[in-house]
């Protein structure tokens, strides 16, 4: 790995944000997929998860030439239902936020971004389902001054993450490594080394140690 590679990694890792993240709902159309990963990686998000029930069983794809690469940045969690995801966030104490038009929504801007928060953005004709809707803390609205009601899915994702980072560079977020060290190497690794990730997962054995410079030291 080349030392300026290294360093790339190394300044993305220390600026991504462990307790912020997006939860799809059935978003179903690749290029919505895909523009919100790359938003995701853009303001540091570490993971995205996602539930999908679509005719041929569980398929979530993305179209490379929006995401322009950040999915490889960014893990892609997949959940059985939304039930399942949104109890599973809860246990890692993540308030859950639904981008959704009801009579509880509030100013997305009102929202306190610095607490562990994800954020649940619906289907793309349907918005969040009303079991979502139920279960989440609380939902949230772009104010619309125009005639049309929303925005697109992965637009509408974009403005809520920019306001959450917004509010985290404020806050100092991003001023310091956030991530556990122990996953830090590893994805340092995963990033740096992608063709050899294979040959140790395959045989369950640890990853290498890196030297200051990124590259293996022999053992």
Same mark, same amino acid.
């Given at each position: ?34 523009? $919100?990963?790359?938003?995701?990686? %853009? #303001? ?7 539930? =999908?029930?679509? @005719? ?20 892609? =969690? ?7 995801? $949104? ?6 104490? +993540? ?9 509880? @929504? ?55 993450? +920019? ?9 100092? +977020? ?8 122990? +996953? ?12 050899? #990730? %294979? ?21």
């Amino acid at each position: 790995m080349l030392s300026r590679r290294y360093q790339r990694i190394c300044q993305t890792l220390d600026r991504r944000q462990p307790d912020l993240t997006v939860l799809m709902e059935d978003v179903h159309k690749p290029h919505n997929i895909s523009a $919100i990963i790359r938003t995701c990686d %853009a #303001v540091g998000v570490m993971a995205v998860h996602a539930m =999908n029930q679509v @005719a041929d069983g569980d398929v979530l794809d993305t179209y490379s030439q929006v995401a322009q690469g950040s999915e490889k940045w960014v893990d892609l =969690n997949r959940h059985p239902d939304v039930t399942v995801a $949104i109890d599973q966030l809860h246990q890692q104490n +993540f308030k859950i936020y639904a981008a959704h038009l009801s009579d509880r @929504a509030v100013d997305y801007r009102t929202i306190d971004y610095t607490q562990p928060t994800a954020i649940l953005m619906g289907a793309e004709r349907w918005g969040v389902s009303d079991t979502a809707a139920e279960l989440v803390d609380g939902h949230i609205i772009i104010p619309m001054l125009g005639m049309v009601q929303s925005l697109n899915v992965s637009v509408a994702a974009a403005v809520i993450l +920019f306001e959450a980072q917004r509010q985290r560079l404020q806050a100092g +977020f991003y001023d310091q490594p956030r991530l556990d060290p122990e +996953f830090y190497r590893q994805k340092v690794f995963e990033w740096g080394y992608p063709e050899l #990730v %294979a040959h140790y997962r395959d045989r369950q054995l640890p990853y290498p140690p890196l030297d200051s410079e990124g590259q293996i030291i022999s053992t």
